[in-house]
């Protein structure tokens, strides 16, 4: 079949992650979607300070239940990965930088 020259060719490539989030197979797709859409993983707004990451966040914790599992207190942690945070992400605009112990 011949090509339109009427019609432009447009190429089609995947979205670049930023390096601080690796999409893997068991990643959220809620998580990839607000990334891709220029937000925080858990879908607030990015706060854009060097050096600032969920790992030094405040507002950072672990949960126990059957094992520990890294959750932040600006959302309501659920029994699922979708509220599960990575200490690597970069911050959100709830950022509050975490004290030493
Ligand atoms: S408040 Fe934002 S930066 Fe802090 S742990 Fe939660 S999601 Fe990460």
């Known amino acids: ?41 858990l879908g607030f707004a990015l706060l854009g300070k060097a050096g600032a990451r969920c790992g030094n966040c405040e507002n950072l914790y672990r949960r126990l239940w059957i094992r520990g599992y890294i959750k932040c207190r600006k959302t309501i942690a659920t029994h699922g990965p979708g509220t599960d945070v990575r200490k690597k992400w970069a911050a959100c605009e709830h950022w509050k930088e975490a004290q030493p112990q």
């Open 1 to 41: 079949m011949a090509e339109d020259p009427q019609i432009p060719l447009i190429s089609f490539r995947p979205s670049e992650d930023p390096p601080w989030f690796t999409a893997g197979k068991n990643t959220p797709a809620t998580h990839i979607r607000n990334v891709r859409k220029g937000l925080h993983p």
